[in-house]
């Protein structure tokens, strides 16, 4: 058996190698042109039902694509690459699924062949003929909760533990040892036959500009080959948290009491820290505005090592032990704080579920809100939307119509106001009952404030004096939600007894989408508007959206569907459309919401029931064909 110090100098010896490796004298273009010949004979043999020699084509291009990857290549090149591997991927699913063994075969199958290729298979025997060292050097085998976890939420924390991207979650080690939807990423005793090695050696993970370096990756492979065994006390508790990162013998560190970012530290980022390191030319270039911007650090690096307090920069300046003590020119943060500043990082420094994007003063309010009653929160509201109407229209005090779950202002007549607070009532009940949500508790805690404009005119004079944007031409209503507020916007003059009903209920459905989970702007947005068509099925309204979405030109690229801040009437047409093609089986988009409502992340319960997250179904929207018109 090999000795843990061996499979150092394994791994070491692979990634440290010349950036040129084993397949050096390999030509990319004929391996580009080798994969895709194979690729096109596999499908033209599964047409045909010729399996055996199908999955004979399928490991040909397996083999020809483990060569590619060995090989330096530029950034344009590499996503033709990603392109080859979807190709083969969904030739290996269509193959596993004809001979019903599902695309856990496929994935096995997958890695005996990469196991078997020439680039690993030299690496394996090299380090064994370059190393002998005896039992007595053996170090002792890495652990999970100490030495591997950090690691994992460092460099995949955004994509795999805060969401579930390509169907693969890191969110608990339980989820980690399932691994992705096409089977394991971890094999047990043998790093080099695991996935989870071979797309970070090969530089595909992680994404987003992320590296792993050479000492992590050798840390991870030496825990697999002793066993990928799991130390901790709980294999669901969530990754970076206390339950999860304790190993099973040390009872006193299970009694740390975990410390919530957005509770314990945020409020004293926010006083202490933001008059030096916000937005604009924050000092360091180090901007502390939201959780997002701190994790990624200024020009001295990264301020967090999550799991290395002693090694985190943020920590030595909070205590004066590098360079000028911080917060500067300020009192210093208590030594309660600073401990406390600690104790997250030596945590895995978690999210604690927050947007990890959203100001943090405002992901601040947002949890200060979520303490509050449904009466206490309705109050706060009020007073905030007393504020705005004085804002926008300082000469015209505000008129309020308050019902259970509403309150409507509105510069318009006391008939309309009590027609919408009316309409709103019926349309959440009918929106509870479509998407078979409970009714034992408010669908919205705290009232959603719904402001109804006598003109569109009004409402862009509310939308450049409280939200200061340019309204867009033709949009006459959304919804926001930021902190503890939460409103909706609607013009309803003119509006007839046909069309109100379908107007207020796609505000309504969307500021109570927005209150679900971080679900996004952009899909709440057309969510709102496919669940108001199958409220008001009947509605002339809804026959205009319909209309509106058979005439629609493609989108310029996935970001004008996924912008927050871009809220034109053709991109509210498109959301609507794409998630309207989602709703076909409406069961399935019931348990979307429902997982939701249940506080599960955005992008992870997406992926669970439609196989993308929200930035892959905007891609592949954004590449659809034109309608025939």
């Given at each position: ?36 010949r ?90 064994t ?15 999970f ?21 390509g169907?693969?979650?890191m ?12 089977g ?11 996935r ?83 937005n ?44 000028t ?53 309705t ?65 919205v ?15 862009d ?96 690229n ?58 892959e ?13």
């Amino acid at each position: 058996m090999r000795t843990a110090f061996k499979i150092i100098l394994a791994v070491l010896a692979i990634l440290c190698a010349a950036p040129t490796p084993a397949y050096a004298d390999d030509d990319p273009a004929e391996l580009f042109e080798s994969i895709d010949r194979s690729l096109q004979r596999a499908n033209q043999l599964l047409r045909s039902k010729k399996n055996d020699e199908a999955q004979a084509a399928l490991d040909d291009a397996t083999e020809s694509l483990a060569s590619l990857r060995k090989i330096a290549l530029p950034d344009d090149l590499r996503a033709e690459v990603e392109g080859l591997q979807k190709r083969l991927t969904t030739a290996e699913r269509t193959l596993a699924k004809r001979k019903g063994t599902g695309s856990k075969a496929a994935a096995t199958a997958r890695s005996k062949t990469k196991e078997a290729s020439p680039a690993r298979t030299a690496a394996k025997n090299g380090a064994t003929n370059r190393t002998s060292a005896p039992n007595q050097d053996k170090p002792p085998a890495p652990k999970f909760s100490t030495d591997v976890a950090p690691i994992l939420i460092a460099r995949c924390g955004n994509c795999h533990i805060n969401a579930a991207s390509g169907g693969l979650s890191m969110a608990n080690f339980a989820a980690l040892a399932r691994g992705s939807r096409d089977g394991p990423i971890i094999t047990p005793g043998a790093s080099d036959a695991s996935r989870l090695v071979e797309v970070i050696f090969t530089g595909k993970m992680p994404r987003g500009g992320g590296q792993v370096s050479p000492e992590e990756l050798a840390m991870i492979s030496l825990w697999i080959n002793a066993g990928a065994r799991f130390d901790g006390t709980d294999p669901t508790a969530p990754l970076g948290q206390q339950p999860a990162m304790a190993p099973a013998n040390d009872p006193s560190a299970a009694k740390t009491e975990d410390v919530l970012f957005v509770r314990d530290l945020a409020p004293a980022i926010v006083a202490s820290c933001l008059d030096c390191h916000k937005n604009d030319q924050p000092a360091g270039e180090l901007r502390l505005t939201s959780f997002a911007s701190l994790i990624e650090g200024g020009a001295s690096g990264k301020v967090v090592e999550p799991g290395r307090p002693r090694d985190s920069l943020l920590v030595k300046r909070l205590r004066g032990l590098d360079g000028t003590r911080m917060p500067k020119d300020k009192a210093s943060l208590s030594s309660d704080v600073i401990a406390r500043f600690e104790a997250w990082i030596k945590q895995g420094a978690p999210t604690g579920g927050i947007d990890t994007a959203m100001p943090l003063s405002l992901a601040i309010e947002r949890y200060e809100a979520a303490q509050l009653t449904h009466e206490e929160l309705t109050a706060k509201r009020r007073a905030s939307a007393e504020k705005m109407w004085t804002r926008a229209f300082p000469d015209a005090p505000a008129k309020v119509q308050q019902t259970a779950n509403f309150l409507v202002f509105g510069n318009v007549s006391a008939d309309r106001r009590t027609q919408v607070a009316k309409l709103a009532e019926t349309e959440l009940t009918k929106i509870g009952k479509l998407l078979k949500l409970a009714s034992d508790a408010p669908l919205v805690k705290g009232a959603l404030v719904l402001f109804a404009f006598g003109s569109a005119q009004d409402y862009d004079d509310f939308v450049r004096a409280v939200e200061e944007r340019e309204p867009s031409e033709g949009v006459n209503g959304h919804a926001r939600a930021q902190g503890a507020d939460l409103y909706a916007c609607l013009v309803v003059k003119g509006e007839s007894g046909e069309t109100l009903p379908a107007l207020v209920a796609e505000q309504v459905a969307d500021g109570f989408l927005l209150t679900l989970s971080n679900v996004p702007p952009w899909f709440a947005a057309g969510a709102a508007r496919t669940i108001a068509t199958r409220v008001e099925p009947k509605s002339p309204l809804v026959k205009k959206w319909n209309t509106e979405i058979q005439a629609l030109s493609p989108v310029a690229n996935a970001e004008q569907l996924l912008s927050d801040s871009t809220l034109d009437r053709e991109s509210i047409a498109h959301r609507y459309a794409l998630v309207q093609s989602l709703t076909r089986k409406l069961p399935q988009f019931q348990a979307l919401v429902a997982a939701f409502a249940q506080d599960q992340d955005f992008d992870a319960a997406l992926t669970e029931a439609y196989r993308h997250d929200g930035r892959e179904l905007a891609e592949l929207w954004s590449r659809r064909k034109p309608a025939a018109k």
